[in-house]
């Protein structure tokens, strides 16, 4: 049983900074990878940024140079540094486990619990 725990949201004014971390505990088979997404209030959920089982990592178009991934594999542990954020970032930000295909959006089986990120303008 794997259990995911997101951390580091809160509030940020728009230009400004955000690091997010997400931690596995669990085995994680080798076949599958640790994604984020977003969800606004009243919106479905959003893929945001994943680094698939060849280590690349990948974000969406929407937050292309602003937002970065990367992972510390000896302690299970995904980041996502957000940048530049924009009130449209505003959400509630999760990780998730599943599968990252390297061209298409990350199929996920297990959700963490989300940390809220709000970006004030």
């Known amino acids: 049983q794997v259990l995911l725990s997101e951390s580091g949201g809160g509030s940020v004014q728009a230009g400004g900074s955000q690091r997010l971390s997400c931690v596995a505990e669990?085995?994680?088979?080798?076949?599958?990878?640790v994604a984020w997404f977003r969800q606004s209030t009243g919106e479905g959920r959003e893929y945001v940024a994943a680094i698939d089982r060849q280590g690349r990592p990948r974000v969406a178009d929407s937050v292309n140079g602003r937002f970065t991934v990367s992972e510390d594999k000896p302690k299970k542990t995904l980041y996502l540094e957000m940048n530049d954020v924009k009130p449209e970032d505003t959400g509630m930000y999760y990780c998730?486990?599943?599968?990252?295909?390297?061209?298409?959006?990350?199929?996920?089986?297990?959700w963490g619990q989300g940390t809220q990120v709000t970006v004030s303008s």
């Open positions: 998730g486990l599943g599968i990252c295909p390297p061209t298409t959006i990350p199929s996920i089986v297990k």
């Open positions: 669990g085995y994680i088979h080798p076949n599958y990878c």
